[in-house]
């Protein structure tokens, strides 16, 4: 992908910003993760700027909006589903470049993307990571720059999976990913958890005898 990555610096200090039906703003007021309902009101979308639509979900059908872009890659939030990285960094660098297609984009030295699966937590949240991750971001840096910006982001396991090979693939000096798989797991229980009482102890003691299921884990937690 040859974009500019001046463009595309991170802002240094997180804020939550949304548009009308709730999209947060990710990069430079240019980029948005949204739930479903972020995405089923045209005169809202063109009202906020959007001119693309990146609709990570097999089950909801594809929108069609007069004079917005809309790409819909089928996928289910399940661990075994295969994400298509590549297909969705190259929709968004289309959208984000100065490559414009409309006298709106041409103005804004670029478009507006919205990506939104159903809750806006893990399939579109994991393809935004990803994408920041080809803008020389690690990991840990990316995942953690969007849960500031969208603190309920919560990509499954399998997707995270995914996310550490592709980081390995993107940068070939790493031997290891930059994000600790065990510790993700646990932070993510303890928001699950959160008022149950659970310590974070108790739920690295449960990670460590399901040996890493978080889902076992979870199970195990909730009936102790």
């Given at each position: ?38 995405a089923i009101n045209e005169a809202v979308l063109k009202a906020d700027g959007i001119t693309h639509i990146l609709n990570v ?168």
């Amino acid at each position: 992908m040859n974009v500019d990555n001046a463009q595309f610096a991170l802002d240094e200090q997180p804020s939550i910003v949304r548009l009308q039906r709730g999209a947060h703003a990710i990069l430079n007021n240019r980029l948005y993760l949204g739930s479903a309902k972020s995405a089923i009101n045209e005169a809202v979308l063109k009202a906020d700027g959007i001119t693309h639509i990146l609709n990570v979900t097999k089950e909801l059908q594809k929108q069609q909006y007069s004079g917005i872009t809309v790409c819909q890659l089928p996928c289910y939030d399940s661990p075994q589903q295969q994400l298509p990285f590549e297909e969705a960094a190259t929709f968004i660098d289309q959208c984000l470049s100065n490559n414009n297609n409309t006298e709106q984009e041409a103005e804004g030295g670029g478009g507006r993307c919205l990506v939104h699966c159903n809750a806006g937590q893990s399939r579109s949240a994991s393809v935004i990571i990803y994408y920041l991750m080809t803008k020389e971001k690690s990991l840990k840096q990316s995942y953690e720059y969007v849960k500031a910006r969208k603190p309920d982001i919560r990509p499954n396991y399998g997707f995270c999976s995914q996310l550490q090979c592709a980081e390995l693939k993107l940068f070939k000096e790493r031997k290891t990913s930059s994000l600790d798989m065990t510790e993700y797991k646990a932070d993510t229980l303890c928001e699950i958890l959160e008022g149950s009482g659970k310590s974070r102890k108790d739920v690295l003691d449960a990670l460590r005898v399901t040996r890493g299921d978080g889902e076992i884990a979870l199970g195990m937690l909730l009936e102790e």
